[in-house]
């Protein structure tokens, strides 16, 4: 089966500084999920949204190919041009990122920035758009899709907000989600509802999803694949059960032994007289 995405040999520097990612290769295939595992400041997000282009402007991708085959035919997504990209971003490649006050505008309702995705992509009209994004908002379990429509992302909690991205990254069904720590300002609850939805969503249409964690539970929950990361390098890559249950490079040991580590329970406080 073709991958429908291969990075290989991607290297991303700033400047003529080394480079902060470097020779990293993987593949995902239609319906999997591959998750990108590593301490802040590995690389991961960093090689997630130049499969988007979407990295700062001082950075720049120096080598490698990022091919795509979400479409009538495989493309190296680095060399379309920037109406090329408009065309994937939001429509065929979507992207849930950490924070959702970062990427929805407080300024405009929920309702009509999930709607200009179809309006861009569609080229639907508006009656058609809101009536395809209220089902959307009742699909990832808003009670009141009409209500959250009409709302402003400030007027609604972070679980909420976080749904409400979901909606707006799903609504022109992808083939390909990333997912950027999607669940990191979340409760424990909501975390695992929020999860159990795209786990949901990735059943009912077979994309496949890209998870940025640093959860070994959510890996293990939800991943097929994992990709180590460190210092901008692939430390180990392999299954799941592979690399969780038998993990070879050092690294990913003391990973793993950090993320499991349960902290001594300190002294009972003596009663004061």
């Not at 997630?48 to 997504?77: E, H, K, N, T, W």
């Not at 976080?162 to 979340?186: C, F, G, N, S, Y």
């Not at 795209?198 to 059943?203: G, R, Y």
């Not at 990709?227 to 003391?254: I, Q």
Request: with cysteine; aromatic share 4%; glycine share 8%.
């Amino acid at each position: 089966m073709t991958p429908l995405l291969e990075v290989d040999g991607l290297t991303i520097g700033f400047g003529k500084a080394d480079p902060v990612v470097c020779d990293v290769s993987f593949s995902i295939r239609s319906g999997e999920t591959l998750a990108l595992v590593g301490e802040s400041g590995s690389g991961k997000t960093l090689t997630c949204r130049s499969i988007l282009r979407i990295l700062p402007a001082a950075a720049q991708i120096r080598s490698g190919r990022i091919v795509f085959a979400g479409g009538d035919a495989p493309v190296d997504m680095l060399s379309l041009r920037e109406p090329e990209m408009r065309q994937i971003r939001g429509d065929r490649i979507s992207m849930i990122f950490q924070e959702p006050m970062r990427s929805l505008s407080p300024l405009h309702r929920l309702g009509n920035q999930v709607a200009e995705v179809l309006r861009l992509h569609r080229s639907m009209g508006r009656s058609e758009a809101k009536r395809t994004v209220l089902q959307k908002f009742e699909r990832v379990g808003f009670m009141e899709p009409e209500r959250i429509w009409r709302s402003y992302p400030f007027e609604l909690s972070g679980g909420m907000r976080q749904r409400a991205m979901i909606a707006m990254a799903m609504v022109a069904k992808p083939k390909l989600l990333i997912a950027d720590e999607p669940t990191t300002a979340l409760d424990v609850t909501t975390q695992a509802q929020v999860l159990g939805l795209i786990k949901t969503l990735q059943a009912e249409t077979g994309m496949a999803v890209i998870l940025v964690t640093h959860d070994l539970g959510v890996v293990a929950n939800m991943a097929q694949h994992v990709v180590v990361m460190n210092g901008g390098r692939v430390m180990e890559s392999g299954s799941a059960p592979e690399v969780l249950g038998h993990p070879e490079h050092g690294y990913t040991r003391k990973l793993f032994a950090a993320a499991t580590m349960i902290p001594e329970v300190a002294a009972p406080a003596r009663e004061i007289p």
